[in-house]
């Protein structure tokens, strides 16, 4: 009987943090859904109005940071506008379908998939994750410096 029960724990404790990462996707999906963008500059929360800047970077130094603009981005992805999307942040399409995409696949693993994701054996290096993540914190450093050598913000 025990060991049925400490199976049972098995198969759902791996399930839990998918079920976590599932619904703060969904959140995220649903909040760029609720919000309405107008234009590229600014977002428009029903009932509310024209949402403030809440930056304390851009505040404290009157430039915008290396994550400005990714909101704007998201809600103008999910109603479609993918020109203003880019012109809010020029990585936010790609960050916005990553994140729908692991939003569904974590979905996928909290409903009981058990098919994980593999990386092929020929890519285990470069691929590694601290690789990835430089990578993608380099990518976010080179879209913010051309934002402020264009001024586009």
């Known amino acids: 009987m025990e060991a049925a029960a400490t199976t049972a724990g098995r198969r759902t404790a791996g399930r839990t943090p998918c ?13 760029a859904l609720v919000l309405r963008p107008l234009g590229w500059r600014a977002l428009d929360a029903p009932g509310i109005g024209v949402l403030p800047d809440t930056s304390p ?44 995409g692991l939003t569904g696949y974590y979905t996928y693993r909290a409903l009981g998939g058990r098919r994980r994701l ?29 934002k402020l050598y264009w001024g586009v913000y």
């Not at 505040?59 to 479609?80: E, I």
């Open 57 to 100: 970077f851009h505040h404290l130094t009157g430039l915008p940071g290396p994550t400005c603009g990714l909101t704007r981005s998201f809600v103008n992805m999910a109603h479609g506008h993918l020109s203003d999307a880019f012109l809010a942040h020029f990585l936010g399409p790609a960050v916005f379908i990553a994140a729908v």
């Open 118 to 146: 593999a990386v092929p054996a020929r890519y285990p290096r470069a691929l590694s994750g601290s690789r990835v993540v430089w990578a993608v914190v380099a990518l976010f450093l080179a879209s913010w410096a051309a």
């Open 19 to 31: 079920v976590w990462r599932a619904l703060a996707g969904w959140c995220i999906v649903a909040v």
